[in-house]
């Protein structure tokens, strides 16, 4: 069965770092693209990042790029996006996904068919 399990997240002050992790199993790890979107509170769900299945090439969004990484470890079917100075508008509920998009589609959401449970960040003094 295929599935996406999350862990990390958490109330955190601005400023902290706060790393998310999500296991795959059933078979969306291996040649899948893997990326983290966000949704807050009466917004859209948006891109974060994604990372290849080689880890030769990662994306960002510009709000999160210098302060966000994702990486994968394939042994472990796992990716992470390790989250640092971290802002009150980074507050949202976080989901990962795997998928196979285009480069062209990397940043979106339809492009990935499986998603996880998400985990709730929550960025505030």
């Known amino acids: 069965q295929e599935q996406l399990v999350q862990s990390g997240g958490g109330l955190v002050q601005p400023g902290d770092s706060l790393t998310l992790s999500c296991v795959a199993s059933g078979g969306i790890f291996r040649n899948y693209a893997l990326a983290w979107f966000r949704q807050a509170p009466g917004k859209e769900r948006e891109f974060v990042a994604a990372?290849?299945?080689?880890?030769?090439?990662?994306y960002y969004a510009d709000s999160v790029k210098g302060r966000f990484t994702i990486s994968r470890d394939n042994a472990k079917n796992a990716v992470h996006l390790q989250m640092t100075s971290l802002k009150p508008e980074d507050t949202a509920l976080y989901y990962c996904?795997?998928?196979?998009?285009?480069?062209?589609?990397?940043?979106?959401?339809?492009?990935?068919?499986?998603w996880g449970q998400g985990t709730q960040v929550t960025v505030s003094s």
């Open positions: 996904a795997s998928g196979r998009p285009i480069t062209s589609t990397i940043r979106s959401a339809t492009s990935y068919g499986y």
């Open positions: 990372i290849r299945w080689n880890a030769g090439s990662s």
